[in-house]
């Protein structure tokens, strides 16, 4: 049984970790395709 706790906490651990990686990439992305857009509308005056 304690086995199957740590195996679970384990792997609630790495999901959270995922899913706080996943968002920062989403983010970075994001801000990415901001910074185009921007320099994209001001070069094409």
Do not use: V
């Not at 790495?14 to 994209?40: E, F, P, R, V, W």
């Amino acid at each position: 049984m304690t086995r199957f706790i740590a195996l679970l906490l384990l792997a609630g651990t790495t999901l959270l970790a995922a899913c706080n990686t996943m968002a920062g990439a989403g983010q970075d992305i994001s801000k990415g395709g901001n910074a185009i857009t921007n320099s994209a509308e001001k070069h094409s005056d």
